[in-house]
């Protein structure tokens, strides 16, 4: 059975920092691209990162890019989102994604997908 678990998120003030990570099992983790995506309620969920199999390929939406990073270690079968300076507009519930084949970061064209964890940034 697959099951992606996020974890690490919170509530933080602004200008904090928070790691989330994602572990991965019933599936060939480093076979997949692995995403990062957020959700406010009410709204589309959006890209925030994604990283390629190999690892040195990343990228990020517009409005995280500098402050949050994305990594995996697939030795441990898991991705994570380091995010610093965080600002209240980060926050939303975060999903952890695999996708298959290729790389997007449409949110659509993403395998399997976590629960999501609350990440709350207050002012």
């Known amino acids: 059975q697959v099951q992606l678990v996020e974890s690490g998120g919170g509530l933080v003030q602004a200008g904090g920092s928070l790691r989330l990570s994602c572990t991965a099992s019933?599936?060939?983790?480093?076979?997949?691209?692995w995403g990062w995506f957020r959700q406010v309620s009410g709204k589309e969920r959006e890209f925030v990162a994604l990283?390629?199999?190999?690892?040195?390929?990343?990228d990020y939406a517009r409005s995280v890019k500098g402050r949050f990073t994305i990594s995996r270690d697939n030795a441990k079968n898991a991705v994570y989102l380091q995010m610093n300076s965080l600002k209240p507009a980060d926050t939303a519930v975060y999903y952890c994604a695999a996708k298959r084949m290729g790389i997007t970061s449409s949110p659509g064209d993403y395998d399997v997908w976590g629960q999501g964890t609350q990440v709350t940034v207050s002012s």
């Open positions: 990283v390629g199999r190999i690892g040195t390929n990343t």
């Open positions: 019933g599936l060939p983790f480093s076979s997949y691209a």
